[in-house]
């Protein structure tokens, strides 16, 4: 019996580019209510795979600890948008032609319907590029960035979080590519870490790990709130690796919804966690999802 369940695991990750493909032009698997929480779950194996082909009745949820009833799931291949922070900082010279190309090989592995924007940032951040649908629009914009001055990362990202709340597509990510810690920013870490937590977006980090130092810690925990992850390559020759990892996920994200049993509008912190109760005989799966959202307040 054992064998057939591992059996099983190992056909759900094989099927996996079939389902995608099937899957490419169906509708967002559901739409909810203006009071339905939203939590975007991947779900990976020991070997870093993503995990697809579980339902509903594998996930539990927690509010504050208190299990939540699951009234939405889906695992489709809904439309993505996706925010691209790019530095063009002075310590980007030796990177940025590596930096340039994996972006571009990302943005060619998307649908039509999904949209893009870019912030490029040094000591200045700056909206090159406006949402389009175009990903060529994008990689005009970035190949003509100069890498120069001083890095105002948090700054950027700030940005970044709030260009995406203009986003039409449920599904959104920031992308965030540099090599260098914060040395410019008028905002601070923690103003950044609030709207963060305020924001129903993944962040995703790929940051050199050589040069990024006492910074790692600041963007692990960043990406950790937002159910994101962050990437430190020994150098850039390695990004196409971590950026065809992020689209990867970004395809294969399992969506929960549930109206919360807490009916305070009181805009306190919740915090959210999600568990799972796999099928017999599956290996230890790893399960990451946003820490937690913000309550309506009236």
Not at 146 to 173: C, F, Q, S, V
Request: glycine content about 8%.
């Amino acid at each position: 019996m054992k064998g057939f369940f591992f059996l099983s695991f190992f056909l759900l990750l094989l099927n996996q580019s079939a389902r995608a493909e099937g899957s490419r032009n169906q509708p967002p698997g559901f739409r909810v209510d203006v009071d339905t929480v939203v939590v975007r779950v991947s779900v990976t194996d020991p070997l870093n795979r993503y995990v697809v082909g579980l339902g509903k009745e594998h996930f539990k949820l927690f509010e504050n600890k208190i299990e939540q009833a699951i009234t939405h799931f889906a695992n489709d291949k809904s439309p993505i948008s996706v925010g691209i922070v790019f530095d063009v900082s002075g310590s980007m010279g030796d990177n940025v032609l590596s930096a340039r190309n994996s972006v571009i090989r990302f943005l060619e592995q998307g649908d039509p319907s999904d949209e893009y924007f870019l912030v490029t940032f040094n000591e200045r951040t700056t909206l090159v590029q406006d949402y389009t649908a175009r990903s060529e629009n994008i990689q005009n914009q970035i190949t003509f960035s100069n890498p120069k001055g001083r890095t105002a990362l948090y700054d950027a990202i700030y940005l970044g979080l709030e260009k995406i709340r203009d986003a039409r597509n449920d599904k959104k990510a920031l992308i965030v590519i540099t090599d260098g810690e914060d040395n410019s920013s008028r905002y601070t870490f923690s103003e950044v870490k609030e709207f963060a937590k305020e924001s129903d977006v993944q962040i995703y980090v790929i940051g050199e790990k050589g040069e990024i130092g006492f910074g790692r810690g600041i963007i692990t925990e960043i990406v950790s709130l937002t159910g994101g992850r962050a990437f430190f390559p020994n150098n850039f020759k390695q990004l196409d690796y971590f950026c065809d990892l992020i689209h990867t996920e970004l395809r294969n994200q399992y969506v929960l919804g549930f109206s919360s049993s807490n009916h305070n509008f009181d805009g306190n912190w919740r915090k959210l966690k999600v568990s799972l109760d796999p099928p017999e005989g599956l290996p230890k799966l790893s399960v990451r999802a946003r820490e937690g959202y913000f309550a309506p307040k009236k």
